[in-house]
């Protein structure tokens, strides 16, 4: 029927979106399958911000043939169309689901792909840990398989994290193992890639003139194979030109990008929003190098409002960045501080040595694990060899005199050590997955230490010195000056609450048993909701457990008071030296749970990521009307024996 269908179509022209749609109810399973596949496919390259309801048919249809290889492969498409929409969480919920049911049914060429997807997904996010970990899970994935495009992504991923991070000698390396593998295998587009990256790369050094032929080299790569890239080169060009003080020169290659990317309608809706927030701003900056604050103002905007379509976080940073200068300049001071204040909570945190540090750090780790696979992988050939040889000349021997069982004796031998081999290396394959996940989880909770730091001395003390001075002036001159102090001082409370929502004084100074009694407390101060809090043990856990621990219950305490409509809240903490129980109730209305594996929030999302990821157990036990109970098991020196 499909056939029918594909050649009806390849007499009158390409299927179109509703003709697909309508040939679903006369197709068999597995061509519908198919047939999701390609309208997924179209609609991600459309010109319209695609419909999550596509992915949600394609997907209710999987399930219910119960297709885990055809899950993870519209999971990935869930992922693009959320990236696509600057929906982040959700885009990483379906990437993940995705990659374990890719994993699970060893589809790596998918797996591979999904893998590259959330590491584009994190990038754009500005988190590079995160991102540098599904790089290289990506490039592990690609060492299975022959070579495909995907590899080359997947350098250029790696090239770009650097140049995010601002480490030129990196970058330049890796963007010349893409430019090495794309020549050998005379693959222009990435040829063109490469070039643009490292011109990139010349304009943190700083060194212009190699940044402008570098990236001119790319520009007439793209130009001559219609390149869509040809665009973004455009504007990098202009970037350059901006940077050495060349006004003119900037604004003619940025205002060429600008006007192209307006005027083309053939590109993915995504790819068009992207070049026009990057060109706005640049042209934002340009005018406001200018003087010209009004048209400089004009152009930030629209920039801001394009990021703000797709989630462009780099360019919003930019716009509240130059926005902020303008206002300061002609004297607006109260929107000045606005844009600062959504500038500062934009602000990349990646640039600093400690960051680059780990970075570097998880790529040493990566090459590392690559050769001792490689040799684990080598030996394990050579011993099954020897086996073999061992096999032959037993058999010859055994011929003549007890065949039989010499025979039967050689393959169980050899069935063992094939079998212990691969238990081995399965072993050796779960201890490293575990311990990178543990460097991840560690890596987010050192940064959250690191800016609540930095908010309680930095930005609390600029606010106390900010409200001494202001406090000194004459109330009675200026009657502003008393409500200029209480706004301040209700800055000053938003800073603490916010530095000990990222790293609470209780879990650092006192522990974990402390922590958890100070949520439940400050839950029974609030007077609408009764807390009761029991604790029969002393949990004693490694310190990136404990923190694990504690964001998973203040996420469940959240979550009661937010949604539950509770009176009453109660936890318990009991346990023996091999495992600490927790045990949250209330009294609320309840919900469905089946809601929760399947829910697109990043709450629950967390919750059971981060309990699997601590080798623990959870059960939630809910229903309308009947309240709320959830139970979490972790092990204690089961984990920290296996990840330390």
């Known amino acids: 029927m499909l056939l029918v269908f594909l050649i009806s179509f390849s007499l009158t022209g390409q299927p179109t ?23 997924l496919r179209m609609v991600i390259h459309g010109t319209e911000p695609p419909d999550p309801a596509y992915y949600y048919r394609a997907m209710d249809e999987a399930i219910r043939q119960q297709n885990i290889n055809y899950q993870g492969i519209f999971g990935m498409y869930g992922a693009l169309f959320y990236k696509m929409l600057g929906k982040y969480d959700s885009a990483v919920y379906c990437g993940r689901r995705s990659l374990t049911d890719l994993l699970h049914e060893n589809n790596l060429v998918w797996a591979s792909g999904v893998s590259h997807t959330l590491a584009q997904t994190f990038i754009d996010q500005m988190l590079f840990d995160s991102a540098i970990y599904y790089t290289l899970k990506c490039l592990q994935l690609h060492d299975l398989q022959e070579l495909n495009p995907g590899r080359y992504q997947a350098l250029e991923t790696m090239a770009r994290i650097y140049e995010e991070i601002e480490d030129p000698n990196q970058a330049i390396i890796w963007n010349r193992k893409l430019y090495r593998l794309s020549v050998e295998h005379e693959n222009e587009e990435y040829q063109q890639q490469s070039l643009s990256n490292i011109g990139n790369v010349y304009d ?17 790569l793209a130009k001559k ?47 068009i929003s992207k070049e026009i927030a990057r060109s706005a701003v640049n042209l934002g900056a340009i005018y406001y190098k200018r003087g010209q604050f009004g048209q400089a103002e004009e152009f930030l905007k629209e920039g801001i409002e394009r990021s703000k379509e797709i989630g462009f976080k780099e360019k919003l940073l930019e716009a509240h960045f130059w926005l902020y200068n303008i206002q300061k300049e002609v004297g607006n001071i109260r929107k ?37 696979q490689q040799l684990r ?98 109330s009675e001159v200026n009657p502003r000056v008393e409500n200029s102090v209480k706004i301040i001082d209700m800055a000053v409370k938003e800073v603490r609450n916010i530095s000990h929502n990222m790293m609470p004084n209780a879990l650092v100074n006192v522990g974990l048993e402390a922590a958890l009694k100070d949520i439940i407390c400050k839950v029974d101060e609030s007077g609408s909701v009764s807390g009761f809090y029991q604790s029969s043990i002393s949990p004693n856990l490694e310190e990136s457990t404990a923190i694990s621990v504690y964001r998973v219950v203040q996420e469940l305490v959240n979550n009661t008071l937010k949604y539950a409509e509770a009176t009453e809240i109660k936890l318990e903490i009991s346990g023996n030296e091999e495992w600490v129980s927790l045990s949250l109730s209330d009294n609320g209305k309840g919900f469905d749970t089946s809601k ?3 829910s697109n929030g990043i709450g629950w999302n967390n919750i059971y990521s981060r309990v699997d990821l601590l080798g623990g157990k959870i059960s939630v036990r809910s229903s309308p009307g009947q309240g709320t109970f959830v139970s979490i098991s972790i092990p204690t020196k089961k984990w920290i024996s296996e990840a330390g």
Do not use: C
């Open 377 to 474: 992988v080598l030996t394990a050939e050579k011993e099954l060899k020897e086996v073999e040889i061992a096999r032959t000349r037993l058999i010859v021997v055994g011929v003549a005199v007890f065949s039989l069982l010499i025979i039967f004796t050689i393959i169980l031998n050899n069935s063992r050590q094939r079998f212990k081999l691969k238990a081995e290396l399965a072993e050796e394959k779960e201890r490293l997955q575990k311990n990178r996940f543990k460097t991840v989880m560690d890596a987010e909770e050192k940064e959250r230490k690191r800016i609540a730091r930095e908010l309680h001395d930095g930005l609390g003390q600029l606010l106390s010195t900010a409200r001494i001075t202001i406090a000194s002036l004459d």
């Open 225 to 271: 194979n219609a390149d869509e890239n040809y665009y973004m080169i455009i504007g990098n060009i202009g970037n350059t030109f901006l940077r050495t003080g060349d006004l003119d020169s900037a604004e003619f290659y940025t205002k060429m990008l600008y006007d192209l990317t307006r005027s083309e309608h053939n590109l993915p809706f995504w790819s």
């Open 204 to 220: 943190l050094i700083p060194n212009y003139d190699s940044a402008l032929y570098y990236k001119k080299r790319a520009a007439a």
């Open 17 to 39: 979106l509703d003709s697909l749609i309508q040939s679903i109810g006369k197709a068999n399973d597995s061509e519908k399958l198919q047939i999701h596949k390609s309208i």
């Open 596 to 598: 929760t594996l399947y």
């Open 336 to 372: 000045a501080l606005d844009h600062y204040e959504m500038y500062v909570a934009l602000r990349d945190t990646a640039q600093n040595l400690e960051y680059k540090n780990e970075v570097s750090r998880l790529a040493i780790v990566y090459d590392t694990d690559k050769k001792e």
